[in-house]
């Protein structure tokens, strides 16, 4: 049986981008780089509790062959990482409430893959189970 999502894996052709964005601007730690003869090849991100963000310089050890569309983190508090993203120089788009009933924007990695944050709320279909009503 599943228990949870472990890790996400992606690829960057720029791995110190990668990590200067995700750690040092969205604050996650850097659970553990991957090496081969002794040069960073990829790196895991602790992501909350025991989800993680893998990536892989592209070619190297990457396990999947194209990159990915996008992916979501969730936040408890979305305006102050809006702002604090803004403030770091990145562009975000829109923050708004979603069709699933909770609050998101988005913004776009060193490597073009899109991240959506969302600050979940009580009417959140993630919490309430209920089917998702959209119109786009």
């Known amino acids: 049986m599943i228990h949870q999502l472990a890790h996400v894996c992606f690829n960057t052709p720029d791995l110190e981008a990668t990590v200067r964005f995700y750690h040092e601007i969205l604050g996650l730690e850097v659970t553990f780089h991957f090496l081969k003869k002794d040069e ?51 562009e975000t788009r829109g923050r708004k409430m979603g069709a699933d009933g909770s609050h998101q924007f988005w913004c776009t990695d060193p490597n073009g893959i899109d991240i959506e944050f969302q600050e979940y709320t009580p009417e959140s279909r993630q919490l309430t189970g209920k089917d998702c009503h959209v119109d786009w």
């Open 40 to 90: 960073k090849i990829g790196c895991y991100f602790h992501a909350g509790k025991q989800t993680f963000l893998e990536c892989f310089v592209r070619g190297e050890g990457s396990v999947v062959q194209g990159d990915i569309k996008h992916f979501c983190l969730q936040t408890l508090d979305i305006a102050a990482l809006e702002s604090s993203l803004q403030a770091a120089g990145v």
